[in-house]
């Protein structure tokens, strides 16, 4: 398997987040964590990604364990997050904050083509590129923090909540996007979302997390469809 979380488990102090979950992702797939507030989705990105430590279990990434390796290491690897919350750098030009995502390349000969290649699928980012980031509206922000990612050459793209405080329009676009970004660029995504049915729509598998457990794990259009699901996450 391309990547593979095997029987994580994380604590906060005494308050167990992730008890025992496996999780994998094959090459070139969408794959969405559901769930309530407090379920353990963020849990799993942040862990994926080396912020929190894992108390047992292991998560392999293209043939090699990487749960041991330090933040920055594991976007050497290939896997790169965009966090929740749109945190970009309000006070530095919308170029920069591009370029901030390069920042550990070394092939800096390319990073040109691929500031273009960014410029391609956010226009407006090109547009406004001298404009300072904290000026941008929201659903620019959300643009700049994933024309940041992929700046990185990312291989996994883990996206925490990208729709979170947007308008029903600009979660249709960051909805296109995810589709558009694994269709272009051949870059896999695990994507965490409250709003679970546009997740489902543009993954293929998901996983649905309760209480730091895996309850369900299903192709997404059979998810979609599922009534446990449709009661508790679609609205009925």
Do not use: C
Not at 70 to 78: A, K, S, T, Y
Not at 107 to 133: A, C, H
Not at 187 to 194: A, G, T
Request: aromatic letters at 6%; charged letters at 25%; zero cysteines.
């Amino acid at each position: 398997m391309y990547f593979e979380m095997k029987d994580i488990s994380v604590s906060y102090d005494r308050v167990q987040a992730l008890k025992g979950v496996s999780i994998g992702l094959e090459k070139g797939e969408i794959v969405t964590l559901i769930g309530a507030n407090g379920a353990g989705k963020t849990t799993i990105m942040k862990a994926i990604s080396g912020v929190v430590s894992i108390q047992s279990g292991e998560i392999w990434f293209e043939g090699s364990r990487i749960d041991s390796l330090p933040p920055h290491d594991i976007v050497r690897e290939g896997i790169v997050v965009v966090p929740e919350g749109r945190h970009i750098y309000p006070y530095m030009s919308v170029l920069d904050n591009l370029l901030m995502g390069a920042y550990s390349r070394k092939d800096r000969r390319n990073i040109s083509g691929d500031l273009e290649m960014v410029y391609g699928i956010f226009p407006t980012l090109k547009k406004r590129k001298r404009q300072q980031g904290g000026s941008l509206s929201g659903g620019e922000r959300q643009q700049l923090a994933l024309g940041r990612a992929l700046m990185a050459r990312p291989r996994l793209l883990l996206l925490d909540e990208p729709s979170l405080g947007l308008s029903p329009l600009l979660v249709k676009e960051v909805s296109k996007t995810i589709v558009k970004i694994k269709e272009t660029e051949k870059i896999s995504v695990i994507l965490v979302e409250q709003n679970a049915r546009m997740a489902l729509k543009v993954s293929d598998r998901g996983y649905v997390l309760e209480t730091g457990n895996i309850a369900l794990h299903d192709a997404s259009n059979r998810l979609i469809n599922n009534d446990y699901v449709r009661q508790l996450y679609l609205g009925g």
